[in-house]
Each structure stands twice: as structure tokens, then as C-alpha cells.
């Protein structure tokens, strides 16, 4: 056999195993685009229930809005009439209300005053302490011992 006899077997064995792996290679190929088209398949199929149900649900989302829409609305007419009630009822009663709580407490007054002694009698009153809405008592002095 001569050199060119044996390169000549060389190339051609050389082609025949880039022939079989590149088969290989097409074969596991296919098998993925196979595998690839029944995952999209499989996904197309589950997919159009869940967007029909994310449809449903954004239907029934918007008439809850709505709903609460229209009770917002209804609320803020209820408060705007309630407010013009109780101006309403300030203004009609309020003044003579206020005259009634004076003139009884000018009443209590001068009725509570009658049995009282003078304001400059021998004692003097005694202090006392407002804080935050409430009377103290007067302060009770100890004498030192000395």
C-alpha cells in the first residue's frame, strides 16, 4: 500500500466519523425541538384557562369598584347633608341654649351667694391651684420643730 493509498483510508475514515457525529448530533436535536414543541404545546393548553380566569377576575374586581364607588359617593352625600343638620340645629338653637346655661348659672350664682357670708369678713378665702381643668387643695403647712 502506498502513502496515498493510506491517506486516501485516513480521510475517509476521518469522514466517516464527522458524518456519524454530526447524525448524532441532528438526532438529539430533533429530540429537543420535539421536547421543545410539546412545552409549548402543553403551555399554550394551560395558559388560555388562566387567562380567561385572570379576565374573569379583573370583570369582577372593576363591578367591586364600582360598588364601592357608588357607596363612596352615597357617604359623601350623607356626611354634606348631616353637616348642614347641625349648622342648621347651631343656629337655631344654639344661641338660645346659651342664654338658658347663662341665666341658670346666674341663677346658681346668686342663689348660692345668698347664705354666704361677705367676701370681706374676718377670713380671708384661700388659694387655691388651677391645673389642667382641676382644683388643688389648699396646701397644709407643718410647724418645725425648733
Do not use: C, H
Amino acid at each position: 500500500m502506498t502513502g496515498g493509498e493510506v491517506a486516501g483510508i485516513l480521510v475517509a475514515v476521518f469522514w466517516a466519523i464527522l458524518v456519524s457525529f454530526l447524525a448524532v448530533v441532528l438526532v438529539r436535536l430533533a429530540q429537543t425541538l420535539k421536547a421543545t414543541t410539546r412545552l409549548v404545546a402543553d403551555v399554550t393548553d394551560q395558559a388560555v384557562p388562566l387567562l380567561a380566569d385572570a379576565s374573569r377576575t379583573v370583570r369582577a374586581a372593576q363591578t367591586q369598584l364600582d360598588r364601592v364607588d357608588a357607596i363612596a359617593s352615597d357617604v359623601q352625600e350623607v356626611t354634606s347633608n348631616a353637616s348642614a343638620l347641625s349648622t342648621t340645629v347651631a343656629s337655631t338653637f344654639g344661641g338660645p341654649l346659651v342664654k338658658v346655661a347663662a341665666f341658670g348659672y346666674g341663677v346658681r350664682q346668686a342663689m348660692g351667694r345668698r347664705g354666704a357670708p361677705p367676701a370681706d369678713a374676718a377670713r380671708p378665702a384661700p388659694r387655691r391651684t388651677v391645673v389642667a381643668g382641676r382644683t388643688l387643695p389648699t396646701a397644709r403647712f407643718r410647724k418645725k420643730k425648733g
